[in-house]
């Protein structure tokens, strides 16, 4: 590059080396998909808080669970969380004391449902993380190999030049680091994303197991 040059950020993003581009595609690629998962789990687990928190008041207010069952069977496509953890749990109670006396293997199994409901419940309210976290764990480095490529290309121009000066080689350096500067603007929020939504799904986690205890512990004193 020669002194004058559009030093501006896209000029620069235009003029880089090819290899660096492409580092630049797949950083804005990957901060694209991250701001889109960022949408779409804070929707997913806003509704699934309030549905829990609903679903608990109206189970812990004493209300008939038969019909709390029926209700929910009924609308069973929009249920999620504790609905569907209970909806498993009480089918298979209602299953155990129609077929036998109700006993300790009674217990099992409806612990059973409750955890394989469970595990499918945590399984969703996890989903897009694991991309959340390679994102934020990988960016920089991918960003930092753009910066090193076009600072190496910056200098090997040097190389063919009598008189070296900063003005020079500067085009060149800021090409590079654009690229470390757009892993970080990849990795920043997919970071903070990331360690709020696993934060947000441990407690919901832990709410969904002391409701299978309490479940339990309530079944096995009806008999």
């Given at each position: 590059m020669i002194v004058g040059s559009d030093l501006s950020f896209f000029s620069l993003i235009l003029g880089a080396s090819l290899p660096v581009q492409i580092v630049m595609l797949i950083l804005i690629f990957a901060s694209g998909m991250s701001w889109k998962y960022i949408y779409l789990k804070i929707k997913v687990l806003?509704?699934?808080?309030?549905?829990?928190?609903?679903?608990e008041n109206f189970f812990w207010a004493g209300g008939d669970l038969g019909k709390l069952y029926k209700s929910l069977t009924s609308m069973h496509k929009n249920m999620n969380g504790?609905?569907?953890?209970?909806?498993?749990?009480?089918?298979?109670?209602?299953s155990q004391k129609d077929s036998r006396s109700?006993?300790?293997?009674s217990i099992e199994s409806v612990r059973r449902a409750m955890s394989a409901s469970y595990n499918r419940e945590v399984d969703s309210l996890e989903r897009h993380l694991p991309f959340l976290a390679s994102v934020?764990?990988?960016?920089?480095?991918?960003?930092?190999?753009g910066t090193v490529w076009g600072i190496m290309n910056a200098f090997i121009g040097l190389s063919n030049v009598?008189?070296?000066?900063?003005?020079?080689v500067a085009p060149g350096i800021a090409e590079a680091l654009i690229a470390t500067a757009m892993g970080l603007f990849a990795a920043i929020p997919a970071v903070i994303a990331y360690n709020r939504?696993?934060?947000?799904?441990?407690?919901?986690?832990?709410?969904y197991e002391s409701?299978?205890?309490e479940f339990i512990n309530t079944i096995d004193r009806k008999g």
């Open positions: 806003k509704i699934t808080e309030e549905n829990t928190n609903k679903f504790l609905a569907t953890i209970f909806e498993a749990g009480y089918k298979e109670y209602m109700f006993d300790k293997k934020g764990s990988v960016s920089p480095y991918i960003g930092l190999f009598a008189q070296a000066s900063l003005a020079l939504f696993a934060a947000k799904v441990d407690r919901l986690s832990v709410r409701f299978m205890e």
